[in-house]
Structure formats: C-alpha cells, structure tokens
C-alpha cells in the first residue's frame, strides 16, 4: 500500500515537472516580433556650405540615406517624402522600376550634394541639376554660411530655362496667370486667357518674378513635375517648398541660373565629381569636358581618370570619390578610403 502510493505520488510529481518544463519552454520562445516599419526618410534642406576661397573647391553638404521600398511605393513617393526631385531618385537607382519597385528594394537616397561654382550669393539655380541653393545675399570667402536647398522643375528642350544673372523683381501669393500668346497658342483645348487663383493654377499659391522676360519661380499644381523637364522655361518647386523661399527673397535679391552638368568638390582631402545629364545638349562631350574641367582645376596630379570616366558614364548625380589611389613604396597601391 504504501509502496503504491509512493508510486502514485511520483508519478504525479513526474507529469507536473513535465507540464512546468514544457510551460517553461513555451515561455523561452515568444512568437516572432513583428517587422519594425521602414525608417523615415530626413528631409535634408537646410546645410552648413563653406564658402569657397579662391583657387579652392566647394566641399560636400547633406548626406546620402538608404531606404528600403514599402509595399506599393514608388520612386516618385521616395522623392517626394525626401525633398528630392524625381530625376535625382530615378539617376541614383538606374534598372529600378519607378511606378513598381520591388518591396523591400534597397534604394540610394541622394540627400548629399556639391554646392555648383557660382557668385555664392542668393538664388543658385543649377539646370542640369534641377536644384536651386539660396545663399545669404552677401557672403564672404572661408565663412561657413546657412544654405537651403529645394528641387525644382525646369523648361522642356524646347523651351529651355535660360542661363545668367537676375534680380526678383516682384513676389506675389495666391497670383492669377495671365497666360502669354506663345503658351496659348501650344495650350490644349478648353484655352483660356486667364487662370485665377486656385488649385488649377500651374503657379501655384507663389510666384517670384524675375528680371529676365517672363520667367519666375513659382509652385505647381502637378508636383510629380518637380525633377522633370516640363514647364515654358520657369522653375517651379514643390508646393511644400515654395512658400519657404517665398518668405527668404525680396526685390532686390540677387540670383544665378548656372548650366553645370559636372561639378568637382572636396572634402577631407580627397576630390569627388557629381555628374547630371547634360539635359540641353550644350556640352559636345561630356567626358572630355570633365577632363578639361579636371585640368583647369589643377586636379591632374590628385584624380584617377579611370574612376572620372566612369563617373561621367554613369551619371548618377551623387558625389562619387575620384581621389587616386596612393602609390606604396613596395609599387603596390592602397585603395583610397570612401568617406
């Protein structure tokens, strides 16, 4: 009797160890976490430039980011959320799909920029770049200056953006278009002569004129055209974005529209060249014009022409590190460091 309760007895206290043990087990392997969500992408506008000196090159600002494609999203929602235009997103990510990029595609964010050779004083707008710098008006070599920087749309082939020295002469908000012959006689029907204020209005709820004909800077009512070829030769910006600027300029501001489909900088020593399109065919050819550039720059000696020409090839509008390879004593070379 006694035996068997003994038994008895163990044979519970076996089942219970046996039922802990496996709670126990349960409890050592949660379930799977769910994915974190995609990181937001920074809006990169507002940079530190040093001002370059004579003789020196302008250095980097911003920064590059990655980001991995949400189910549904596109290219043109990558730029958008990232202050960028289409072209900078589609130049940097060439072979991936803009309407449906693959989920879960690792993409380049080309947040980081080479501020274009300029006067460094007010609006910069660079047309292959499709980027406009607004400096303080007045700067001084070697200083570090607050710069923003938007992306802009600009005039098809046919009707280029022009190039060369302005003044804004007036600024208006919520304007009314009063559309000029040229454009009416292209304009799809219904036409009209006059476009109120509004949503429909291609300025937008800002236009900043400028001391060069017709052409302004002004807001869109289509911003999937910001990063594209697609107004009469104005530069338009997000609507997010004009109102900014709107508030920074007054008559008087001084401004630059520069062609400059590659530009050079550096920064810590070693030299970078950022390559666009040359969108109004206004280079014969773009690989002995960086090369030229190179040579004028006095940049020979410190360059690899091999990763140049490359870099023109691609033309992915990022800063990509041209710096040669240092040479060892022993002949080999060491590859130079990406910072």
């Excluded at 609006?123 to 406009?132: D, F, H, Q, T, Y």
């Excluded at 002469?169 to 204020?197: E, N, Q």
Aim: proline content about 9%; hydrophobic content about 35%; some cysteine.
């Amino acid at each position: 009797m006694g035996g068997t309760t003994t038994g008895r007895l163990a044979a519970v206290l076996a089942v219970a160890l046996c039922m802990l043990s496996a709670c126990s087990a349960r409890r050592a392997a949660p379930a799977p976490l769910p994915p974190l969500p995609p990181a937001a992408l920074e809006k990169i506008t507002a940079v530190r430039v040093r001002v370059p000196r004579r003789g020196q090159l302008p250095g980097l600002v911003g920064r590059v980011q990655r980001h991995r494609i949400a189910p549904k999203e596109t290219l043109l929602d990558v730029a958008r959320n990232a202050g960028l235009g289409f072209n900078e997103v589609q130049d940097a990510n060439r072979g991936v799909d803009e309407w449906i990029p693959p989920a879960g595609t690792e993409v380049v964010v080309p947040t980081q920029w080479i501020v274009p050779r300029s006067g460094y004083r007010g609006v910069v707008i660079n047309i292959p770049e499709m980027r406009l710098y607004f400096f303080p008006v007045r700067t001084t070599p070697g200083e570090l200056a607050a710069v923003r920087t938007w992306a802009v749309g600009i005039g098809t082939d046919d009707t280029r953006s022009p190039v060369g020295s302005f003044r804004i002469t007036a600024k208006d908000k919520h304007p009314t278009w009063y559309v000029p012959d040229s454009i009416y006689r292209a304009m799809d029907p219904p036409k009209r002569r006059v476009v109120p204020a509004g949503p429909d209005n291609p300025l937008g709820d800002y236009r900043i004129r400028l001391s060069k004909g017709l052409y302004s800077i002004h807001g869109t009512d289509v911003p999937w055209s910001v990063g594209r070829l697609t107004t009469h030769g104005c530069i338009r910006l997000y609507p997010e974005d004009i109102g900014e600027l709107f508030r920074l300029v007054h008559p008087g501001t001084v401004g630059e529209l520069v062609y400059e489909p590659i530009k050079f900088g550096e920064s810590d020593g070693h030299i970078y060249v950022e390559v666009h399109d040359d969108l109004y065919h206004r280079v014969r050819d773009l690989q002995r014009e960086a090369v030229r550039q190179a040579r004028q720059l006095r940049l020979t000696n410190r360059i690899d022409t091999d990763r140049l020409r490359q870099a023109v090839r691609e033309k992915r509008g990022v800063p990509v590190n041209v710096t040669r390879r240092l040479g060892r004593r022993d002949g080999s070379a060491t590859q130079v460091a990406e910072p």
